[in-house]
C-alpha cells in the first residue's frame, strides 16, 4: 500500500519516487563521470607534447566520441528517465539517435583503429613506418573514422530505416521492428567484422608477447643473456587498450544482440 501511495501518478510506467530519484540520479552520475574522465583525458594529452603519440592520438579521438555521447546524447537519456517518455518531436528523436549511433560507430571504429596500431607495432613491426609514418596520417586515420561513423548512422534520415523512442531504454534508436533488414545487416557486418578484427589483433599480440617473453627467460637460463623485450610502456598501453575494449563489448554487445533478436522475430 505504502508502496503504491508513492507512485507518481503521472508516470507512464507507473514507478514510484524512489524509482524514479534513483534511476537519475545513477544516470546523472554515469554522464559526470564520463565526461570528466575523458575530459581529463583530451586535456593530458593536448597539455603535454610528449604525450602526443600516436596511439594517443587514437586515444584521444575515442575519448572526444565519449564526451560527445555524454553531452549530446545523455542529456535526452536523462530526461526520459524522469518523465518516462520522449519529451519532444520526432526530428529531435532523430537527431538523439543518429548522435548515438555515431558516437557508438565511432568508438568502435577508434578501438578497430587502436588494435590495428598495436598489432603492427608489435606484430609487424617492419611494416610500422608504412601504415603510420607520423602524426598527420594518424589525424588523418582518426578523421575518416568521423566519415564513416557518419555515413552508416545517417541513412534513417534520409529514408532507409526509422528512428523512434525506445521505452525499454528510454532513448531513441533505430527501429529494428520494421522491415529495413538491410540495415540491420550492414551494422550487424561493421560489429561482427570489427569486433573480430580486434579480438585477433589482441591474440596475436598476446602471443607475440607471450614467446617474446619466454625466449627471454630461456636466453637467461642457458646463456645468462636475455633477448630484445617489449618495452614496459607498450605492455601497459596494450593493457589500457585492452581493458578500454572488454568494456565496450560488454556494454554494446548486448544491445546490438537485442536488437538482433527483435529483427529475426524475438519478442
Known sequence: MRMQSQTISHDPLNRSRGEIVLEVTFAIL????????????????????????????????????????????????ITSLYTGKWNLDQEWCEFSASVQQTMGLASLLNLGLIALNRYVKVVKRALYKKFFPSKRVAWLYSGFVWLVSVLLATPPLYGWGKMSFDSDSFICVFNWRNEDVSFLILHAGVFNVTTCAIIYSYWKIYRTVKESTDNVNANVVQNGVGAQRFHRTDIDVLKSCFTVVCFFLITWGPMGLVGFIITVGGH
Not at 581529463?40 to 564526451?67: G, K
Open 30 to 77: 554515469v554522464c559526470l563521470a564520463s565526461v570528466l574522465g575523458n575530459v581529463l583525458v583530451v586535456y593530458v594529452i593536448n597539455r603535454y607534447s610528449e604525450m602526443q603519440t600516436i596511439t594517443n592520438i587514437f586515444i584521444h579521438n575515442l575519448a572526444l566520441t565519449d564526451v560527445l555521447m555524454a553531452t549530446l546524447s545523455m542529456p535526452f537519456w
